[in-house]
């Protein structure tokens, strides 16, 4: 499965972007989705993953309550609306795709079988 993210860009503190990761093939419906990011001289840090149905989302603590995650299976696709920017959000934006059945492990990243290119969001005070 090839995955491309993108959609990123600069805004400003308190505004907004959504992010989007295509899959190339139909059985991306069949993975759960996650979205990590990696900020200049850290390591990749877990967001946000949805299962296959769209019904289980997990979330980390610094993004709970300003981003959702959500999936459009039809077209093959995992978004992530990102509200309330902070600057602390500024950085590279990776989409995965996992095969794992349960939802125990969404937040590792090593977990994930598929990885997109990575879309670059910066965030100014």
């Known amino acids: 499965v090839q995955l491309q993210a993108y959609g990123g860009g600069l805004v400003q503190a308190g505004g907004f972007l959504r992010l989007s990761c295509a899959a190339s093939e139909r059985t991306f419906s069949s993975y759960a989705g996650g979205w990590f990011r990696q900020a200049p001289g850290k390591e990749r840090e877990f967001v946000a993953a949805?299962?296959?149905?769209?019904?289980?989302?997990d979330y980390a603590d610094s993004v709970k309550g300003r981003f959702t995650i959500f999936r459009d299976n039809a077209k093959n696709t995992v978004y992530l609306q990102m509200n309330s920017l902070k600057p602390e959000d500024t950085a590279v934006y990776y989409c995965?795709?996992?095969?794992?059945?349960?939802?125990?492990?969404?937040?590792?990243?090593?977990?994930?079988?598929?990885w997109g290119q990575g879309t670059q969001v910066t965030v100014s005070s």
């Open positions: 949805i299962s296959v149905s769209g019904i289980r989302t």
């Open positions: 995965a795709a996992g095969l794992r059945p349960g939802f125990t492990w969404y937040s590792q990243i090593g977990e994930y079988a598929y």
